[in-house]
């Protein structure tokens, strides 16, 4: 709780996602590397200026994902994306990689100025739409160390979404999260099954207050339901509903953003 403490300075915290367009060398790429960052740079200025709390940049238009090993290509540009979003907005800033690139976040994080990462696959494994994703914990937090990043948070995702987690289906999503708590996770990420989908009210329940780490919900807040999860949590990662539609592909829209961070800091 104190890293979290140290990077929000906040008890309940609303994170906005960044969805890059997509990068060099992946299949949907259209962009040259100045028309991203020009992209991503408006966006933060719409999430500051409609009062969010914190962002994460995350190469979501990157499909179909490389697993953990994405390329310097990719990672070279969103450090300098997020060196800029930092500079830009001086917010608690994020980074994600896409797919199991946890090693790759942190060196971006580090070059970056940003302040924690969100990892997956980080205690047991899943089967993701990438292929097997095995647990990075010990090999992620000893690179922390190795390159004087320790003041990085690693949020972790458990039981994530888009997989399948038949092989640990004898496990509890507590008995999961406690694993990562024993591994020395900054704070965990409970989901929904995919993007935009809601997290269950009920497993939020069962791991609150059994746990000595934040609890952070990945997926599936809007301005409709968001009350029912201040209360079991201690901050929420926003992608979908600030865009048009409520589609994570969609324009960012500020009106969204605005209503919602009035709302949650009533």
């Known amino acids: 709780m ?22 060099p060398g992946t299949p949907q790429n259209k962009m040259n590397p100045n028309e991203i960052v020009n992209v991503a740079l408006e966006e933060a200025k719409i999430y500051k200026r409609g009062g969010i709390d914190a962002l994460i940049i ?25 060196h800029l979003v930092k500079e830009e907005t001086n917010l608690p800033l994020g980074i994600q990689v896409l797919a199991g690139a946890n090693k790759a976040a942190m060196a971006v994080a580090k070059n970056s100025g940003a302040d924690f990462i969100r990892a997956e696959g980080y205690v047991f494994g899943h089967l993701a739409d990438e292929g097997y994703i095995d ?16 003041h990085i948070g ?17 496990l509890s999503l507590l008995e999961t999260a406690r694993a990562a708590e024993f591994f020395l996770s900054d704070g965990i990420i409970i989901t929904g099954s995919h993007t935009g989908t809601a997290t269950s ?11 000595n780490i934040p609890v952070l919900v990945g997926s599936g807040i809007t301005i409709e339901n968001f009350k029912e999860y201040l209360p079991l949590c201690n901050a929420m990662i926003i992608g979908s509903y600030f865009k048009e539609n409520g589609l994570w592909s969609d324009q960012l829209s500020y009106e969204r953003i605005a209503g919602f961070m009035e709302a949650f800091h009533l």
Do not use: C, W
């Not at 104190?2 to 990068?23: M, N, P």
């Not at 994530?160 to 289906?169: E, F, I, Q, R």
């Open 2 to 23: 104190d890293k979290f403490k140290l990077i929000f300075g906040q008890k309940k915290v609303a994170i906005g996602v960044i969805h890059l367009q997509a990068l």
């Open 201 to 211: 009210i009920d497993q939020l329940k069962a791991i609150r207050n059994q746990l």
């Open 154 to 170: 690693v949020f972790t995702d458990i039981k994530k979404k888009h997989s399948s987690h038949a092989l640990t289906g004898d």
């Open 58 to 82: 995350e190469n979501m238009h990157d499909i179909p994902y490389m697993k953990n090993d994405v390329g310097h290509e990719v990672s070279s540009l969103m450090a300098i994306i997020g």
């Open 135 to 150: 647990a990075q914990a010990s090999e992620l937090l000893r690179y922390r160390k190795q390159i004087g990043a320790d």
